[in-house]
């Protein structure tokens, strides 16, 4: 359930592109009206915003997606930890020595590299 690129309907490089051909136009008739080139500001200031708008969507964008990858990452912890919560309980149900065995391991897993064995010695 990874998503990497949470707005993959938004396609900013076509916003950018869109917005230059926008921006030569207005310098165009800017240019070729210079009594008229006031009128023309407002509307190039707008398209300056609508620049930085898009990088700060780049940068949300990235956002979304570092805590989609966190939130990831605690639903799997805590679906460990459950898991863990279980085994406990059936362990203590079919009388092993040590039951608590499962959720001490799952609470030091974060702690070890991923390489180290989980089975009880």
């Known amino acids: 359930m990874s998503h ?3 707005n993959t309907g938004i396609d900013l490089q076509q916003i950018n592109a869109r917005n230059d051909q ?10 070729a009206m210079p009594t008229l080139a006031d009128l ?11 620049v930085l708008l898009c990088a700060q969507v ?3 964008s990235a956002q979304v997606t570092l ?4 939130l990831e990452r605690s639903r799997l ?8 919560m ?4 059936a362990a203590h149900a079919d009388g092993e020595p040590d039951p ?3 959720l001490r391991d799952e609470l030091d897993a974060s702690q070890r590299p991923a390489a180290d064995t989980r089975r009880p010695r």
């Open 4 to 6: 990497t690129h949470p």
């Open 22 to 31: 926008a921006r030569q136009i207005v310098a165009g008739c800017a240019a």
């Open 40 to 50: 023309w500001r407002p509307v190039d200031d707008a398209l300056t915003d609508a």
């Open 58 to 60: 780049t940068l949300l």
């Open 67 to 70: 805590l989609a990858e966190e």
């Open 77 to 84: 912890d805590r679906a460990n930890l459950r898991a863990a």
């Open 86 to 89: 279980r085994a406990t309980l």
């Open 100 to 102: 608590l065995w499962y």
